[in-house]
């Protein structure tokens, strides 16, 4: 019997799963342009999915949906890295873009 997804002792989970989005975006260097999945994001900053992103300390350019946001690559990890933004995103285009990728 597969047990994949069950609580110890076959109980229920105890929170629901809910399935999200992932807005796809582009952050570009002076040399090359990457595709990139919004994992999470505030007006500081974003944590982006990639199987190719910059190296740390790159300064980028966040693309997404209309809105620029000018940063730079503060840690990277496999395919993760975390962005941090010049200045802070108005905290309505974080909602907008929160609500599109389901986050």
Request: hydrophobic share 35%; net charge negative; proline share 4%.
């Amino acid at each position: 019997m597969n047990s994949f997804g069950k609580a110890v002792g076959g109980g229920r989970r105890k929170a629901a799963r809910r399935g999200s989005g992932l807005l796809i975006s582009t952050i570009s260097t002076l040399e090359s342009d990457y595709r990139v999945g919004l994992v999470n994001l505030s007006e500081a900053g974003a944590q982006l999915t990639a199987p190719e992103l910059p190296e740390e300390g790159e300064e980028i350019i966040l693309w997404s949906d209309g809105i620029e946001a000018p940063g730079h690559i503060a840690w990277k990890k496999g395919a993760q890295c975390g962005i941090t933004f010049d200045s802070p995103m108005s905290s309505n285009d974080v909602d907008r873009l929160r609500k599109l990728a389901e986050i």
